[in-house]
């Protein structure tokens, strides 16, 4: 790992339209205010809070923090999306064939690094996800893991790593399935991480409150 090709890339999915979020499409849960976590040290002094932040920069810092790059893939006419996410040094790659599901979104991510050794993929909706669980798949994609998804007490999330073999199964995915149907086909390194946020997504105004565990 780690040749000239371009290492382990970053890929953030944040081309959904959320509407079980806002069924009208007003707001984007994208965009929304994220409940800061309250570090348990910390006091009731206002200094002692960290800022509250939006879903999606949450999610991108996440994974910034351990990867170099990160290419995030966003919606037709999602400006504001665009905008926070290449602020925080995101590559911003527009999909035009959003709407016709997750896969699309995936594809569009690796044409921009085709070249990579593999790609740990996030979605853009799951900011409670630990930056040691991202750097545990890092850790294992390096060690020569094919594919490696992060286990929480029994139960796979998000996000999950692919090295480049599975290059060509991942570019023939369609539809909203993303990536399901590689994992179901092929061995899975599962990785044991303490971290309920790879199981936590932003679906409802509520979950932007939600701490602990699930």
């Known amino acids: 790992m780690g040749s000239a090709s371009g290492g382990i890339i970053g890929i953030l999915l944040a081309a959904g339209r ?13 965009l929304q205010s994220l409940d800061p976590v309250i570090p348990a040290q910390a006091g009731t002094h206002a200094e002692a809070m960290p800022p509250a932040r939006s879903v999606v920069s949450t999610s991108a810092s996440n994974l910034l923090r351990i990867l170099p790059r990160v290419i995030a893939v966003v919606r037709p006419g999602a400006e504001a999306v665009a905008a926070e996410l290449s602020s925080l040094g995101c590559e911003v790659v527009i999909c035009d ?3 016709t599901g997750m896969a699309a979104s995936l594809v569009c991510a690796l044409g921009q ?80 991480v303490d971290d309920a946020g790879i199981l936590q997504d932003i679906d409802t105004p509520g979950d932007l409150h939600q701490q602990g565990q699930p």
């Open 113 to 192: 690094a085709p070249d990579a050794d593999g790609w740990i993929v996030a979605l853009g909706d799951m900011p409670r996800v630990a930056p040691g669980t991202i750097l545990s798949l890092q850790y294992a994609l390096a060690q020569g893991a094919g594919i490696a998804a992060p286990m929480y007490r029994g139960k796979r999330g998000n996000p999950v790593g692919f090295s480049r073999q599975y290059l060509p199964q991942l570019l023939a995915l369609q539809g909203d399935q993303g990536a399901r149907g590689i994992l179901r086909q092929y061995p899975v390194q599962e990785v044991d």
């Open 18 to 30: 959320g509407s079980r979020f806002d069924p009208s499409g007003a707001q984007n849960k994208l």
């Open 97 to 99: 064939q959003a709407d």
